[in-house]
């Protein structure tokens, strides 16, 4: 590391700060570029030394070396890749062109590297022996397999050609993947509606309509009104705006995203699949989806193909009969039910049925309230932890915040940071992110934050949640408890580094408290008049979760569909237009339904294009058969208890990836997960449901 940096970049080191937490306070963004550079060289360096180490390999001299390899690289990355989803600049954008590929690139020769393999490899052969096996610990086994496995499918077998072929591809694909991205990111800022006349978006609060002045304002509409989008096809407002032409242009809006001039992401998916496919069959497999899916619980593409048979048939049936019904409702109003209708009838046929008026109910959930006396509430009622407020430590950004998360019995567990509002420069959708993972190896603790995009209210107006925006704060602080609660001792283990079609797991069992009788009565009361909830209403929205099921399930598989059929080409298939290819797709899975586009479209489905989920959409549902299991497990066993919460924290959220994720599923619920328990809760009975 040269001199210069060591002076001035505030990567260089460790940060001082308690935890581990970046210095935002310092970090400017010519930072990252010294910091990417000296990191990857000082990594290579230290992959040297551990290829010129004379003695037989062995688990300490390769395997746990390799762990302490690249930390100022990953202190750069973890903090650049966050701002690059939640504050991107022109600037920051173009860092991420030029260093995206570098570091696949970096990654390749890693894994690539023919005798850094072969010493993992000598390791590896060792778990063939009994005896030699005998001397590692259980954590040790779990590292050596991870990294063989990672290092195998990374064309470490391959030779010298094949080598290269793979770099080629891998550089392609990672530049295409920053390019759909960057293109979805400024297609939906674009996209956003903006309206000059009040009388437009009769339907909404007052709150609502004062945000979105607000948005109009920042953004450079003053006087008029912005809507902007987030990541999925349906957009929130949907189901109240009054105007239909307003619900159409917003629907229309969201569903065209980067599908034509400049941000057109229509020839960026269709190539990155079709290289995809290559590379798949470089490697040996029938295509990316068989590529993927080795690596993941499920097994095999047929253990896939057959739990997505059994919803197919049941979601289309669910889907019919609610559409049948709102057609009903829509022409009462001289209406032909589109596609940009269908939320604004459902709500209304659910508050008919229900007398649940979802749009009422939002004073009752206000952000503050929902995470102080739910979120943490349930935490700390569940595992026994609690969060103080760091208001010396400073965020990334002015709405994020810094909590410090302790444990029951007063010990430090780590640093949890919320930044839950919406704004320009920041990614649609909701997630997670580590700064820091927990490793015993390097003594670091965790430092976790959660995404939102939550619309900011106006100056002095609380932020008011919609029910499913109360559910994505419950599902992503699973998430976060899933990071926070991590107790290994390999920073590859650590967290949420577990199979993909398992990581959304933990966090789907998380939204079970959104509705707990108790956390519910702790959160819902009315901002104005101090009113909890009243039971009705809590009763109400009980019978009323069914409702709307067919159209989530359909919107949902056929998002799931359009994954995998994109990621079971073969390396010959040549796409010529990516609409046309979605289209066949979705008339192939029986899952083609005009009222009811997919989740996402192909040229805004980030999750498969430009995140970790390509062939692996599938895995929400996957992991909902385990979450539904474990639901009925908690109230098998007494619901909210400590007892409970032990035995679901130190059997699987605190074992990462150091443990077989199905093996510490057994370990919770005394035996493999029971597809019923879904088919209940989403209402799929009958023949096709079992």
């Known amino acids: 590391m040269s001199e210069q940096l060591l002076r001035t970049n505030p990567f260089a080191q460790p940060s001082t700060l308690p935890f581990g937490l970046p210095l935002f306070a310092d970090i400017k963004a010519e930072h990252f570029a010294p910091a ?8 290579l360096d230290e992959i040297a030394a551990i290829v010129a180490d004379p003695a037989p390999a062995t688990v300490e001299n390769t395997v746990v070396a390799l762990e302490r390899t690249g930390q100022l690289l990953s202190r750069t990355a973890q903090a650049f890749f966050n701002l690059v989803s939640s504050c991107a600049t022109p600037e920051i954008r173009q860092i991420e062109s030029e260093f995206t ?16 393999f072969a010493r993992i490899d000598a390791v590896y052969e060792n778990l063939r022996d009994q005896d030699a096996a005998d001397r590692f610990t259980a954590e040790d086994r779990a590292l050596l397999t991870r990294y063989h496995l990672d290092f195998v499918l990374a064309g470490a077998h391959l030779d010298a050609a094949g080598h290269g072929r793979l770099r080629e591809l891998n550089q392609r694909i990672s530049r295409l993947s920053t390019t759909f991205q960057q293109n979805l990111h400024q297609a939906t800022e674009a996209a956003a509606l903006v309206v000059s006349d009040i009388a ?29 989008l987030i990541l999925p096809t349906g957009q929130p407002l949907m189901s109240t705006l009054r105007n239909r032409q307003v619900r159409r242009r917003l629907h229309e809006a969201s569903i065209s995203r980067a599908s034509k001039g400049e941000y057109d992401n229509g020839p960026v998916a269709a190539e990155i699949a079709m290289l995809r496919a290559q590379r798949a069959r470089l490697l040996g497999f029938a295509n990316h989806a068989d590529a993927m899916v080795v690596d993941q619980t499920a097994g095999s593409s047929a253990a896939v193909d057959a739990m997505l048979a059994r919803l197919v048939g049941p979601a289309r049936a669910g889907a019919a009969a609610e559409a049948e019904v709102l057609v009903a409702l829509a022409a009462a109003d001289g209406v032909e039910l589109a596609p940009w209708d269908w939320a604004y009838y459902s709500e ?87 700064f820091v993972d927990q490793s015993d190896l390097l003594d670091e603790k965790p430092v976790v934050v959660n995404n939102l995009n939550v619309t900011k209210p106006g100056v002095g107006s609380p932020a008011l949640l919609t029910l499913d925006e109360v ?62 909830l009243p039971s009705g209403t809590v009763d109400a929205l009980t019978a009323a979760e069914l409702w709307g099921q067919g159209f989530g399930n359909l919107e949902y598989l056929a998002a799931t569909m359009l994954d995998q059929a994109w990621h079971r080409i073969s390396a010959e298939t040549e796409i010529t237009d990516a609409a046309t290819f979605e289209s066949s797709a979705l008339q192939d899975a029986d899952l083609a339904m005009d009222l009811i586009p997919p989740r996402y479209r192909t040229t805004y489905f980030q999750h498969i294009f430009a995140g970790g989920y390509s062939a692996g959409y599938y895995s929400y549902i996957w992991s909902e058969v385990l979450d539904a299991d474990t639901v009925e497990w908690f109230r098998e066993n007494g ?33 493999d997960a029971d597809l019923s328990a879904l088919l209940r809760r989403r209402g799929l009975k009958g023949p096709a449901g079992g």
Do not use: C
């Not at 550079?37 to 990594?43: L, R, V």
């Not at 709150?207 to 912005?226: S, V």
């Open 36 to 43: 990417f550079e000296s990191g990857m060289a000082e990594q």
């Open 101 to 116: 590929p570098r570091l696949a690139a970096h990654s390749d020769q890693i894994r690539l590297n023919t005798a850094l």
């Open 200 to 228: 437009e978006l009769d339907g909404l609060s007052e709150p609502e309509i004062a945000a979105a002045a607000g948005e109009a304002l920042a953004r450079g509409h003053a006087g008029g009104y912005l809507i902007p």
């Open 348 to 434: 209304r046929e659910r508050a008919r049925r229900f007398a649940v008026d979802a749009a009422a109910l939002r004073p009752y959930f206000a952000l503050e309230k929902v995470l102080h006396d739910g979120v943490f509430f349930a935490a700390t009622q569940v595992y026994g932890v609690t969060f103080e407020l760091r208001s010396d430590l400073i965020g990334y950004h002015p709405d994020v915040r810094v909590w410090e998360v302790s444990d029951a019995d007063g010990s430090a567990i780590g640093l949890y940071l919320g930044d839950y509002f919406a704004r320009e420069g920041k990614r649609g959708g909701a997630w997670m992110n580590s």
């Open 471 to 532: 559910e994505t704060l419950f599902h992503e602080f699973g998430h976060a408890l899933h990071g926070l609660f991590s107790d290994v001792r390999y920073p590859r283990l650590s967290g949420t580094s577990v199979p993909r079609d398992f990581v959304e797991f933990p966090s789907q069992v998380n939204e079970m408290w959104q509705r707990w009788p108790e956390v519910l009565a702790n959160y819902a009361v009315h901002i104005d008049t101090g009113e909890h």
């Open 639 to 671: 619901g909210m208890t400590r007892a409970n919460g032990d035995i679901f924290r130190s059997r699987l959220l605190s074992v990462g990836g150091s443990v077989d994720s199905l093996a510490a599923f057994r370990a919770v619920r005394g035996r």
